[in-house]
């Protein structure tokens, strides 16, 4: 006979997914722990509450289903504050760390509120979970799946973009304050933006709850994998950042851009053996983290104290959820994965070759339209640039990083690395099956110097942050060429500016997908700090007023931000392989020395002509491009350069010239001037020429 339930609420079915999953009655609350005795709930009536209005026991008999304890609760609604409490075993030598008084934070809490409360009988309570409401009016909006071989990202940070007060937006720091400055991104011709990390993560003491002298500005070290940050709203409802992170995506779309989170799966804030409770920890430690000595201490590939298991089948769902939930519920578009090679150990910390949670995210139909990105290392000495995973993973390219740097800093023989960056990074993808848009590539990053410090300083000045200058990367490859730091010697800056467009042309001209960093492109400084992990403060703020005062490589940046959206030529799908074209003896990308003969690869010169040729119509066939001409003079003197003889004939019309000041220094409608009748010139040192063909 058939039974109709007067409440399909209460059947079994509704116990997962996990977490607060808000019904028309009231709140299903579903966690897991395997080893707990006793599950509680806590409700609490006010953000600021230090203890909660309710306690609710669940029933072991009743509320128990295999290792996953399930209670509803009728009368709740969204906006509802809660915490869980478990009691089981607490024997730290074996990895066991279960305390019945601790206040844990829910895995899947979908929202944080309010911030840590000070500690005065040794219990830390952490902010509380709140119960959302996911109904948002999306109006139609899609993921907007452009390719990544056509992509430009932009990395940047929710806060630091607006933070300060030059931004003049009405929400600054915020997820709405994004959404005041989109005009500037669109303007700027970016088609993506990788936030850094916007899951919750601690931004007060988790004893004394006060801000801490050196706070945690990145946000690397994440709190709740389902929770966009609330430090980022301008809304101080509980809740009120799920509405405002959702806006900012839409608003986003609607101009075009993509959205990308920078995710930290590898580690959490509940650090090591001697670090909080505050979730994890507190709910099955054994199963959330990699343990050593037998459970005593945490194995820390992660450098951060912990080590997410992200192989082990619970941790590996959670990973999974964690990520659907931010493409369904918030339309993000992709992920970049930090310390991704984590994700490549097993259950014991050894690398595999076939990692069950890499191959399982590459293979997930759910996030089958987004981009995937993997920083391909770790802090435990695993490096798998270019043997990361499988044809769905990108990466962040590490070593065209260090090679341009090199290059520009004149360091010899450099120029075969110059090359093959150029030309996409056949020496890492090509063998793998995997294509130059599996490259992303990038010259600086919010780890280390930006742009404007990269050539200002020949040494990190970490003073700030507190820890005798020993912290941050020693090796920069950096100059400064003459000072350290800001000057008015204005040869020093006229080279300093030079070195800057001539990286520039070489990330927006190089096959692969180019990264730029926020404010790079107006010449952001954080004065000389290489680590400005912790400051959340002018240093690692945008100075807006920037905008104007370096207007000149904001120009510049735009109009090769516009140059590779439209020329297929330099972000080809294909790796260039010296193949002919079937003109004149065209290549599909032909290199010379300045002298346009042929390259002398151990010669220890600087000097490099590169032709990339337009594609062909049988390989891109909808697409028109050009032949692109690049001259680079990476050696501290004057050089002649000679057009090479496959260059002659061709009606070559100048893009850029790096050696000369604005507006002569790019001609964004490629009517610069052609080169001499003979084909001879002297190129300025450390410069660059760029000349395109006629269609």
């Not at 009231?26 to 309710?54: I, Q």
Request: net charge negative; with cysteine.
């Amino acid at each position: 006979m058939l039974m109709v339930h007067p409440h399909p609420e209460l059947q079994f079915s509704h116990v997962l997914p996990y977490g607060a999953i808000l019904h028309e009655r009231g709140v299903r609350f579903v966690v897991f722990s395997r080893s707990a005795t006793a599950m509680r709930l806590l409700l609490y009536n006010n953000v600021d509450d230090r203890e909660p209005s309710e306690i609710i026991d669940f029933d072991r008999e009743t509320d128990r289903w295999g290792d996953i304890w399930s209670i509803f609760i009728p009368g709740l609604s969204a906006g509802q504050l809660y915490h869980f409490q478990a009691e089981g075993p607490y024997n730290p030598e074996q990895g066991m760390l279960f305390d019945g008084r601790a206040r844990l934070i829910d895995p899947y809490a979908k929202a944080l509120a309010g911030t840590f409360q000070a500690s005065t009988d040794g219990i830390i309570r952490p902010p509380k979970c709140v119960v959302v409401d996911e109904s948002f009016n999306w109006e139609g909006d899609r993921h907007l799946k452009r390719d990544l071989s056509e992509t430009i990202i932009y990395e940047m940070h929710v806060k630091g973009f607006t933070a300060d007060d030059s931004s003049t937006v009405k929400h600054p720091g915020t997820y709405l304050g994004v959404i005041e400055k989109i005009p500037y991104l669109k303007s700027l011709g970016v088609t993506a933006v990788e936030l850094m990390p916007i899951h919750e993560f601690p931004i007060m003491d988790m004893v004394t709850g006060k801000t801490p002298t050196r706070g945690n500005y990145w946000g690397y070290d994440s709190m709740a994998f389902f929770a966009p940050h609330r430090g980022y709203a301008s809304s101080k409802a509980p809740g009120g950042q799920v509405r405002e992170f959702k806006e900012m995506v839409k608003a986003l779309h609607q101009a075009g851009i993509e959205v990308i989170l920078d995710v930290v799966y590898n580690h959490t804030c509940e650090g090591n053996e001697k670090g909080p409770i505050l979730s994890f920890k507190g709910l099955e430690n054994q199963v959330y983290y990699m343990l050593a000595n037998g459970g005593r201490e945490y194995k820390n590939y992660s450098g951060c104290g912990n080590t997410v298991n992200g192989n082990h089948p619970i941790v590996r769902e959670m990973i999974f959820n964690s990520l659907r939930h931010w493409v369904h519920n918030y339309h993000v578009d992709g992920f970049r994965f930090d310390l991704a090679s984590i994700l490549s150990r097993d259950r014991s910390g050894n690398l595999v070759a076939n990692p069950p949670l890499v191959e399982a995210i590459a293979e997930d139909p759910m996030l089958a339209d987004t981009k995937i990105i993997a920083e391909a290392w770790d802090a435990a000495g695993a490096y798998q640039v270019g043997s990361f995973a499988n044809l769905r993973w990108a990466e962040w390219n590490g070593r065209y990083r260090d090679d341009i740097r090199s290059f520009w800093k004149g360091e010899p023989h450099k120029l075969g690395a110059l090359a093959t960056r150029l030309a996409g990074s056949s020496d890492l993808y090509q063998a793998g099956g995997r294509q130059p848009y599996h490259s992303i590539n990038f010259i600086t990053s919010h780890d280390g110097f930006p742009m404007n410090d990269l050539v200002s300083y020949n040494h990190k000045h970490n003073e700030a942050n507190g820890e005798g200058n020993r912290d941050g990367d020693n090796h920069n490859l950096s100059y400064n060429y003459g000072v350290e730091g800001p000057t008015k010697r204005a040869s020093i800056e006229k080279i300093r500016t030079q070195q800057i467009k001539n990286m520039f042309c070489t990330l927006l001209l190089s096959q692969g997908v180019p990264m730029i960093l926020m404010g790079d492109e107006i010449r952001r400084t954080q004065h000389g700090n290489n680590n400005a992990y912790c400051q959340d403060n002018e240093i690692s703020w945008l100075d807006w007023k920037l905008v104007k005062k370096n207007d000149e490589m904001r120009r510049f940046v735009r109009a090769l931000i516009a140059f590779r959206r439209d020329q297929p030529t330099v972000r080809q799908k294909h790796f260039l392989g010296g193949y002919p074209t079937g003109r004149r003896g065209l290549y599909d990308v032909n290199w010379y020395n300045n002298l346009g003969t042929a390259v002398d690869w151990d010669s220890g010169d600087s000097m490099l002509t590169c032709l990339f040729a337009a594609p062909s119509k049988e390989t891109d066939p909808e697409q028109i491009g050009r032949d692109v001409l690049l001259l680079m003079n990476g050696s501290a003197s004057p050089q002649q350069f000679i057009l090479p003889p496959v260059a002659k004939g061709t009606s070559w019309r100048m893009f850029v010239d790096t050696a000369a000041t604005s507006p002569s220094d790019v001609y964004p409608d490629l009517n610069g001037p052609r080169p001499p009748a003979a084909g001879k010139f002297v190129m300025p040192e450390r410069s660059v020429r760029i000349y395109v063909a006629s269609r």
